[in-house]
């Protein structure tokens, strides 16, 4: 079993910059770790993904490729999304998810665990 706790949302003006968390308890090496948001009306998104364990491949949907980067702290079982030159169109409820296997993967059925989500409000 995996658990998943996000944080580090909040409001912020547009080109602002925020670093989300996620702190995951259990047993993490062999699950791959994505991050994706959900605005209001719309369907949950991917936003960016990392294999868990050794080698550090990293995958980005292109609306944030080269703005936002998926990092993750061994040590401290968290991942990390570090979101530079923020649009409002950012604005999202943001999820972390956990996987079994280290595959790239980017819709929401591939995930068995999911954190509580944390807001993102960009402001134009």
């Known amino acids: 079993q995996v658990q998943l706790v996000e944080s580090g949302g909040g409001l912020v003006q547009a080109g602002g910059s925020l670093r989300l968390s996620c702190a995951a308890s259990?047993?993490?090496?062999?699950?791959?770790m994505g991050w994706f948001r959900q605005a209001p009306g719309k369907e949950r998104e991917f936003v960016a993904y990392?294999?868990?364990?050794?080698?550090?491949?990293?995958y980005y949907a292109n609306s944030v490729k080269g703005r936002f980067t998926i990092s993750r702290d061994n040590a401290k079982n968290t991942v990390y999304l570090q979101m530079n030159s923020l649009k409002p169109e950012d604005t999202a409820v943001y999820y972390c998810?956990?996987?079994?296997?280290?595959?790239?993967?980017?819709?929401?059925?591939?995930?068995?665990?999911w954190g509580q989500g944390t807001q993102v409000t960009v402001s134009s």
């Open positions: 990392i294999r868990w364990g050794a080698g550090s491949t990293t």
């Open positions: 998810a956990a996987r079994w296997g280290a595959d790239i993967a980017t819709t929401t059925s591939e995930y068995s665990y």
């Open positions: 259990g047993r993490t090496f062999s699950y791959g």
